[in-house]
């Protein structure tokens, strides 16, 4: 799946002009690409900058968008809004609920578990690859030395 994503954010009265980015490859990519660029746009705007009408694209590696030409005109691109989708506002309180609701991501687990038992990521990697092991191992770290019982 590839896809383009237009983002356009408001904070307060001030309005940010439509942002695209370009061949988003894949669901997970599609996600983080919104999160940048909305926190993105977010600062520019609460620090009074305005935002360039722009062509971005993603760099996964960077986990980054990056400018690839401005946009003079919106006729240019045909673009047309969808009358049947609404706006909607989203408040800094509804995020705050949605994130205190959300479990912890994969990442953040592996790397609390790093830091709880003073594990290298690799030991870390390979616990988690095998999920039904990880009760065991912390009954085992709370009687002993955390990387002789990983070992063991």
Not at 59 to 83: A, G, H, N
Request: with cysteine; hydrophobic share 30%.
């Amino acid at each position: 799946m590839r896809c383009d994503i237009n983002i356009s954010v408001k904070v307060g009265e001030r309005q940010g002009n439509r942002v695209e980015v370009k061949n988003v490859l894949g669901i997970k990519f599609v996600e983080k690409v919104l999160e940048h660029e909305i926190t993105r746009h977010v600062a520019l705007l609460e620090k009074g900058e305005d935002i360039a009408k722009e062509t971005r694209r993603y760099d996964s590696l960077k986990d980054q968008t990056f400018s690839m030409r401005s946009k003079e005109q919106d006729p240019d691109y045909r673009f047309l809004q969808d009358p049947d989708l609404p706006c909607f506002t989203i408040t800094k309180e509804r995020i705050e609920k949605q994130r205190r609701a959300l479990d912890a991501t994969p990442f953040e687990r592996k790397k609390a578990f790093a830091g709880k038992y003073s594990l290298p990521i690799s030991d870390v990697q390979t616990a988690f690859s095998y999920p039904w092991s990880l009760p065991l191992y912390e009954r085992i770290a709370s009687t002993r030395d955390p990387k002789n019982g990983f070992n063991w």
